[in-house]
């Protein structure tokens, strides 16, 4: 027996039809001639074919106040739902900026905190696709309780599953606040711009001395805020990148990170590894080709390439393994710990042994960068965070000394003593308190003082220096390196190793949490 639903099929198909026209034709052609893809074109570019699902296509505002009763609007400026990438399940959204700009009423909220919370129960990753002006003025104190509870359940899945922000266009308030909250935040470069404060409101942006890119735009983010991890050349790249990001990450904290072999032989010998340290120790080197030389087809995706470049963090993968990676940089400060290096590090290490990636870390490292403007700045806080970060880490933790590991900041990356798991040197390896000179200078001041010969006295001292510490057999002896290793045989070693430290678990004393010097 057939059924006739007669005017309620017709109401629903007019529903349907309104939910998916968003603002109106007009409205997303005009988001179209700006070189910006509409909310649900973003997420047919994210997502695999047809396995979209939509949730609340049919929710709409509850405010009544001035005339917002005679402009519904399904969905209320976001797309919502869950579908798969690569075959893996993900929960999504994607707000619509054609309704109302994109800003946050109390049910477009409520909409996201919806797919936030199905997300975590379902322990799978949540992608965020941003473009919108804050929250929205019309609906008042109701659209600041609902932002407030979304704000809440992004904090309660932090460190549980995986969260990607995408920002395709001007975010602005509170939306960039929620953004912030992910684990990775990529910008669009032609569009996607973060503000915390409305360039209508900011002094500089007004007069006409700043535009708007040059306060949030994607570069900016890039350099000089480190909120940004990556910047996109399009809407498609952006897809790419929240991808292969999350290729490395399990679907929720409980799970092993995915295992990809990509056929690159575990015993590969790597002769170009003898090549990149120079002699001189004080001559640079670009740590980025040791790392390409040791990991699974030279495939390392860098992570904030251009904030704090003095240190270098990415993804790649040992054995189909995913590591995470930290480096000191020789080519820019030398390889010295400051503020911007010591946060960037710190956020990416506690990144990665939320969701069970082990960590390798390559060490050339003189000390901490010094001076008024890092002392004022909070260097020791900040170098604290670092440190911290490495040793309340419980995942596997390997670490090659390539050449210089001098004093603190020694210390601060995966030294033996902070219970790093495999520790290596290649033979160029130094690890002391401080380079011979200086400690040569205070040491024997007063010996180089009544010197006859001053220069022939230092240097003779500082070779006898080096012999005695400043090389990476006195650590060996000590047990504070497990070996010391032909730069050509790290791939293999280091293979070996993280194979046998795979069901690493380490027991932690109860507690709340610990407190970071933040």
């Known amino acids: 027996m057939e059924s006739d639903m007669g005017g309620k099929g017709e109401e629903l198909s007019w529903r349907r039809s309104q939910a998916l026209s968003g603002g109106g034709m007009k409205r997303l052609e005009n988001l179209r001639e700006t070189g910006r893809g509409t909310a649900r074109e973003r997420l047919d570019a994210l997502l695999d074919p047809d396995s979209f699902v939509e949730i609340d296509a049919l929710i709409n505002h509850r405010n009544h106040q001035g005339n917002m009763h005679v402009h519904p609007q399904f969905g209320d400026g976001v797309v919502a739902g869950h579908g798969s990438v690569d075959g893996r399940r993900v929960f999504c959204f994607s707000q619509d900026f054609t309704v109302f700009g994109g800003s946050m009423g109390e049910m477009h909220a409520k909409k996201i905190t919806k797919v936030i919370e199905m997300a975590e129960r379902a322990r799978v990753p949540l992608i965020c696709i941003w473009d919108g002006g804050g929250q929205r003025a019309h609906d ?276 033996k003593h902070l219970e790093s798991d495999y520790n290596v040197a290649w033979p160029t390896g130094e690890l002391a308190v401080m380079g011979a000179e200086g400690a040569v200078n205070i040491i024997h001041r007063r010996e180089l003082k009544d010197a006859e010969d001053y220069q022939e006295k230092h240097a003779e001292l500082v070779e006898d220096y080096r012999n005695k510490f400043g090389d990476p057999y006195v650590a060996a002896r000590n047990g504070w390196l497990d070996d010391v290793i032909e730069p050509n045989e790290t791939r293999l070693r280091l293979i070996r190793a993280l194979k046998s430290l795979l069901s690493k678990r380490v027991w932690q004393p109860p507690r709340k949490h610990g407190n970071i010097p933040l």
């Open 140 to 415: 008042g104190v109701h659209s600041l309780a609902a932002t407030g509870e979304m704000l809440d359940r992004l904090v309660s899945c932090s460190g549980r599953i995986p969260m990607v922000s995408l920002v395709l266009g001007p975010v602005v308030g509170v939306s960039a606040l929620a953004a912030a909250i992910a684990d990775f935040v990529i910008l669009g470069e032609e569009h996607g711009q973060l503000f915390l404060s409305s360039p209508l409101e900011t002094a500089e942006t007004v007069s006409g001395e700043m535009s708007n890119e040059d306060l949030g735009g994607a570069q900016m983010h890039a350099s000089r805020s480190g909120i940004c991890c990556l910047t996109a050349d399009d809407e498609n790249d952006a897809m790419d990148i929240a991808i292969e990001l999350l290729s490395f990450f399990p679907d929720y904290c409980g799970a092993s990170p995915p295992h990809l072999d990509s056929g690159d032989p575990h015993d590969r010998d790597c002769p170009i590894l003898k090549e990149i340290v120079p002699s001189d120790s004080n001559r640079p080197y670009d740590i980025v080709k040791v790392i390409q030389g040791t990991v699974d087809d030279s495939h390392f995706v860098e992570l904030f390439p251009n904030y704090a470049d003095n240190i270098v963090v990415g993804m790649a993968r040992l054995a189909g393994h995913p590591i995470g990676i930290i480096a000191n940089q020789p080519k820019v400060l030398a390889g010295c710990l400051d503020i911007d290096a010591s946060i960037k590090a710190a956020r990416f290490i506690r990144t990665c042994d939320a969701f069970n990636i082990p960590l390798l870390s390559f060490v050339d490292v003189p000390g901490f960068l010094p001076g008024t403007v890092q002392e004022w700045g909070g260097i020791i806080r900040h170098g604290a965070k670092m440190l911290y970060a490495y040793a309340e880490a419980t995942v596997p933790m390997l670490t090659v000394v390539t050449r210089k590991a001098y004093g603190g900041a020694y210390l601060a990356m995966a030294c």
